[in-house]
């Protein structure tokens, strides 16, 4: 085994400690208070300028660099999706989504479900997001171990243990505030570091002139067709329905920001993915037997880890461990987003609806910095022991798209849904995703879409998006038809068991809800998070007509 690169360990620590010590500065802006929001949403205070670079960082994570460069070595830039897909998901998101959250107020992704449906139905969403959360962390991390033991030949383990740990000192201290600023320190980093690669690896003996050609466009068949416009939708609708970036939305001091912030990451995204695709398109363009490489094969092999190896054996040392940094500040900030956004969904959502509604504000910080630990454990554990974790994390986020975007657009833009019409097409969205099979996880495809390959095992037809859909009309027809079989009088109004149609509860209960989510309203309207929602006509699993008002 060769020697540990204790230079490129050095820098690697310097970067740590300047991270962590911003994260703990930041954190003084928490310092003294017991409010969960301040801990889950900065208290509403998050600037346009912070607010742009957390968003952007928040994307531009180590999977989304690294898996740039491995599509576009391994396929070409045409398949790679993800850089102009996530983009287009931020504009969306900012369209229908963005303003309409932050005027209600929401805490959480998951609010809206809860006020809608009941915290128990509602707390089933709470799955697929948390899931899709730690597996994205457990991803990155892992990401991280391999780029780390490319370039130092240090031990996996440990590089993913050390930066687990700084990732949720400095989150637990500070909350979004210290996620924030070094989400700043971090998207610098990367920016500089990603561009210093390119010119040293571009004019390497190895590589040939970047000119015009499939090695590094790809090469495009027909039968792609389905399967690419699948992952495109999937992109771009599926990045939507997130924690991570609505924590950002909520966040904003203003409905306006928080559009701007989601239309101005935008930009920061595409820029971010440049010299990750340059990054691969020199790989591909690289003779390694130039190289010295041990391996000249194993770009072949293991493509996930071609931007490692292009900084490690393309570059001069001391460029390769700045990249190294860039890499680690990737990572760094996608990870630390996970971690809170996961513990605040739980901490919330879960602990206090379903099991304390009356816990403190004391309790309730207490018990979300013991939830990062516990999450942020549990991604490392994962990354560490798990061997397709990036292949777990894909299908969570399958999930994610097939049951949360439906049910987002349901129950942020669709008054007529209910709790029957959602629970419904929760079940049928799993139960199709599941039928269409995955072949890296070896599961059998149930459901054998047209165009599907027999040899290779691959569905070709936008199953996902098919699936997507049909979760979503499902929602709307169970709906409509619950409501006027209960209208009617073709079912008992006691047959009405989760009290949505007309089986409604007492008016004494209907403000419950409402109480157990923004706080106890104070004597001049405002609650934790500022506004108080006025509820009229509200029941669980009843739409509430929640109307912001300053009281």
Not at 80 to 103: D, H, N
Not at 441 to 452: E, F, S
Request: charge should be neutral.
């Amino acid at each position: 085994m060769a020697a540990v690169h204790w230079g490129g360990v050095v820098a690697i620590i310097v970067f740590y400690v300047l991270i962590l010590l911003v994260g703990l500065w930041a954190a003084r802006k928490t310092k003294n208070r017991t409010d969960s929001e301040e801990v889950m949403v900065a208290g509403r205070d998050i600037g346009m300028i912070i607010g742009i670079f957390t968003m952007t960082a928040t994307w531009v994570g180590g999977g989304f660099l690294n898996g740039t460069a491995e599509i576009v070595y391994k396929k070409g830039l045409i398949f790679a999706q993800a850089p102009w897909g996530y983009s287009l998901s931020l504009v969306l998101g900012g369209i229908f989504f963005a303003k309409t959250m932050r005027e209600r107020k929401y805490v959480t992704m998951l609010d809206p479900f809860q006020h809608k449906y009941g915290a128990r139905v509602g707390g089933l969403m709470f799955i697929p997001a948390l899931t899709g959360e730690v597996l994205w962390t457990s991803a990155i991390l892992a990401a991280l171990g391999a780029t780390v033991s490319v370039i130092l030949n240090f031990p996996v383990s440990i590089s993913i243990i050390i930066s687990a740990c700084i990732t949720i000192t400095y989150s637990l201290f500070g909350g979004l505030y210290s996620v924030a600023y070094t989400d700043l320190v971090q998207l610098i980093c990367m920016f500089f570091g990603l561009w210093l690669i390119i010119p040293f690896s571009m004019t390497h003996k190895a590589v040939s002139p970047l000119k015009v050609d499939p090695d590094w466009l790809g090469e495009w068949d027909m039968k792609y067709t389905g399967r690419w416009l699948d992952y495109a939708f999937l992109l771009m609708f599926g990045g939507i329905p997130w924690q991570a970036y609505f924590q950002r939305v909520l966040s904003s001091r203003t409905p306006r920001v928080a559009q701007v912030l989601s239309f101005s990451a935008v930009f920061g995204c595409l820029i971010m993915s440049v010299p990750a695709a340059i990054i691969g398109a020199i790989a591909s363009k690289t003779d390694w037997n130039m190289t010295e490489i041990p391996d000249p094969d194993q770009p072949k092999e293991n493509p996930s880890l071609v931007l490692p190896l292009v900084v490690q054996y393309l570059t001069p040392s001391v460029v390769s461990f700045i990249g190294l940094g860039a890499v680690s500040a990737a990572v760094m900030s996608s990870a630390d987003s996970s971690i809170l956004s996961s513990s605040s969904m739980f901490v919330r959502n879960i602990y206090k609806l379903l099991f304390r509604p009356k816990a403190t504000e004391f309790e309730l910080v207490w018990c979300m910095r013991v939830t990062m630990i516990v999450i942020g454990a549990l991604a490392t554990t994962i990354s560490l022991t798990v061997q397709s974790v990036y292949s777990l994390f894909t299908l969570c986020g399958d999930f994610v798209y097939v049951v949360l975007f439906p049910q987002l657009v349901c129950v942020i833009h669709v008054p007529k849904v209910n709790t029957y019409g959602a629970l419904t097409g929760y079940v049928v969205a799993f139960a199709l995703r599941l039928a269409g099979g995955d072949t890296t996880l070896k599961i059998p495809a149930l459901i054998k879409y047209p165009g599907y390959d027999y040899e290779e095992n691959v569905q070709y037809f936008p199953y996902r998006s098919f699936t997507m859909v049909i979760a979503f009309i499902t929602i709307l027809v169970v709906s409509i038809v619950c409501d006027m079989l209960f209208r009617y009088g073709v079912l008992k109004p006691e047959w009405d068991f989760f009290q949505c149609v007309v089986n409604l509860p007492p008016p004494n209960d209907k403000h419950e809800m409402s109480e157990n989510l923004n706080g106890k309203a104070k004597s001049n309207g405002e609650t934790n998070g500022g506004s108080a929602f006025v509820e009229t006509e509200y029941a669980p699993g009843k739409l509430s007509t929640s109307e912001k008002a300053r009281v």
